[in-house]
């Protein structure tokens, strides 16, 4: 199975600031098949990317997804304090479907 | 407003069975492949099963961990998702979560949750 592998595990950054996460497959991810998601204390998974880099119904344009092949990259352009949270990438590309085991972003 | 609501969740002594459902409201159920994730406390998401429309076959696929001990199946007419638990280890404790496909079968990624019901394995 296709093992991602996210970092860093944790990050501390400041409201406002630009925060660059990301994912790397232990092999390729066949046709961009990446996704990720969004999840806070006691919530269920949020949709955020898909294929990739395309967003979500209703998600803000603050936050774009890139790359291809084995590396890929979510990034939140500008932090609301919403934003803190646990991030997760998914690749749908090969079954089994597989999951990162998460970045957590904490507010500094 | 669409909507997933896990149900069917508890406490149960390892070898026993359980049956989750997951009720779709808010959409045309039928017309979606569903799945069903866990996550057990602290750690990351996992894949269990997903069960395609019938329109594209009503297939089903499993985690190698549960794959000849779950089944799941789907009741379109009642809007009904289920996962049948059978010898249940301390392993698959967890948060148990349905998730809805995007349409179209294009992308397994999932843009509805449901809140989830707890499985507890324990004697």
């Known amino acids: 199975e296709i093992v991602l592998t996210q970092s860093p595990g944790t990050v501390s950054l400041s409201p406002g600031e630009r925060a660059t996460l990301s994912c790397r497959a232990s092999e390729n991810i066949k046709s961009n098949s990446l996704a990720w998601y969004q999840q806070k204390p006691g919530q269920s998974p949020r949709l955020l990317i898909y294929?990739?880099?395309n967003r979500a119904i209703g998600i803000p344009d603050r936050f774009s997804g890139s790359g291809s092949g084995t590396d890929f990259t979510l990034t939140i352009s500008r932090l609301d304090s919403e934003d803190f949270a646990v991030y997760h990438c998914q690749q749908y590309g090969t079954s089994p479907i597989t999951f990162g085991q998460g970045t957590r972003l904490e507010i500094k | 407003e669409v909507q997933l609501v896990e149900s069917g969740g508890g406490l149960i002594q390892p070898g026993r069975s359980l049956r989750l459902s997951c009720r779709g409201s808010g959409f045309t159920f039928g017309e979606y492949a569903m799945s069903w994730f866990r996550q057990a406390p602290g750690k990351g998401l996992e894949w269990v099963a997903t069960?395609?429309?019938?329109?594209?076959?009503?297939?089903?696929e499993y985690a190698a961990s549960v794959k000849v001990r779950f089944t799941m199946s789907r009741d379109d007419s009642k809007s009904i998702a289920y996962l049948q638990m059978n010898n249940l280890e301390t392993e698959d404790t967890a948060m148990y979560h349905c998730?809805?496909?995007?349409?179209?079968?294009?992308?397994?990624?999932?843009?509805?949750w449901g809140q989830g019901t707890l499985v507890t394995v324990s004697s």
């Open positions: 294929g990739a880099s």
């Open positions: 069960i395609r429309s019938y329109p594209f076959g009503g297939t089903t």
């Open positions: 998730g809805r496909h995007l349409p179209y079968n294009r992308h397994d990624a999932f843009d509805v």
